[in-house]
C-alpha cells in the first residue's frame, strides 16, 4: 500500500525558508523511474505543480518558481524535502506532495504571515 | 508552459442527469510515443484530487463507468452519464506531456 504524508511548519513569516519534508511508504526512490513531486493550491485556488526528484536524483523545477526551489530526497528514510526560499503571503495554501500521478498525500497548510 | 483551459466554472446538476465539462489546452497534448498526455482529477471538499482518467480515456481501477472520457490534441471533454451525490467536488484536467505540468482552473460541480 503506497501512502504519503507531508509534515512542516503551519505558520512561516515572509521572506523566511520554508522547509516541508514528504513521507512515504510502499515505494522506493531509488530508480529513475520512480518519482516524488510536490503540488500546491492556494485557497479556494486551483492546483500549481512546484517540482519532481527522480530516484536517479535528477530534478526538474516548475520555471516560475525554480530560483527558489531544491528538492532532495534521503532513500534511507523514504522522505523528499521541498525548500522554498523567500517565502511571501502568496505562497500561502496546501502543500501536497504525490508519487507519480495517482498517489497523493492529505497535503499540508502552511501559511505566510507576519 | 502549456495553458489548460476549463469550461464551465461551475455546473449545478440534478442527480440523475448528465453532466459534460470542457478542457481545452494551448497545444496538443499528443506526444512522440503516439500516447495523449490528458488526466481527469476530482477533487472532493477537504480531500486531495484523486485520478479519475488517464490518458484522455481510461479510467482508474475502481472508478465507476458513468465516467467516461474523451477528445483529442487540444479539446477533451468528461462526462458523467448520471451524476450522483457522491460526485460533487471540483474536477481539474491536467497535461503532463510537457513539464512543467499544467492543470485546468476547475470546475465546481454542485448537486441540486
Known amino acids: 500500500q503506497i501512502t504519503l504524508k507531508e509534515s512542516g511548519p503551519p505558520l512561516v513569516k515572509p521572506t523566511q525558508t520554508l522547509t516541508l519534508t514528504c513521507t512515504f511508504s510502499?515505494?522506493?526512490?531509488?530508480?529513475?523511474?520512480?518519482?516524488v513531486g510536490w503540488i500546491r493550491q492556494s485557497p479556494g485556488k486551483a492546483l500549481e505543480w512546484i517540482g519532481i526528484?527522480?530516484?536517479?536524483?535528477?530534478?526538474v523545477y516548475n520555471p516560475s518558481l525554480e530560483s527558489r526551489l531544491t528538492i532532495t530526497k534521503d532513500t534511507s528514510k523514504n522522505q523528499v524535502v521541498l525548500t522554498m526560499t523567500n517565502m511571501a503571503p502568496a505562497d500561502t495554501g496546501t502543500y501536497y506532495c504525490?508519487?507519480?500521478?495517482?498517489?497523493w498525500g492529505q497535503g499540508t497548510l502552511v501559511t505566510v504571515s507576519s | 508552459d502549456v495553458v489548460m483551459t476549463q469550461t464551465p466554472v461551475s455546473l449545478s446538476v440534478t442527480p440523475g442527469q448528465p453532466a459534460s465539462i470542457s478542457c481545452k489546452s494551448s497545444?496538443?497534448?499528443?506526444?512522440?510515443?503516439?500516447?495523449?498526455?490528458l488526466y481527469w482529477y476530482l477533487q472532493k471538499p477537504g480531500q486531495p484530487p484523486q485520478l479519475l482518467i488517464y490518458?484522455?480515456?481510461t479510467r482508474l481501477a475502481g472508478v465507476p463507468d458513468r465516467f467516461s472520457g474523451s477528445g483529442s490534441g487540444t479539446d477533451f471533454t468528461l462526462k458523467i452519464s448520471r451524476v450522483e451525490a457522491e460526485d460533487l467536488g471540483v474536477y481539474y484536467c491536467?497535461?503532463?506531456?510537457?513539464?512543467?505540468?499544467?492543470f485546468g482552473g476547475g470546475t465546481k460541480v454542485e448537486i441540486k
Open positions: 490518458e484522455v480515456s
Open positions: 497545444q496538443s497534448l499528443l506526444h512522440s510515443d503516439g500516447k495523449t498526455y
Open positions: 491536467m497535461q503532463s506531456v510537457q513539464l512543467p505540468l499544467t
Open positions: 526528484i527522480y530516484g536517479d536524483d535528477d530534478k
Open positions: 504525490a508519487h507519480g500521478l495517482d498517489y
Open positions: 510502499g515505494f522506493s526512490v531509488t530508480t529513475s523511474e520512480a518519482s
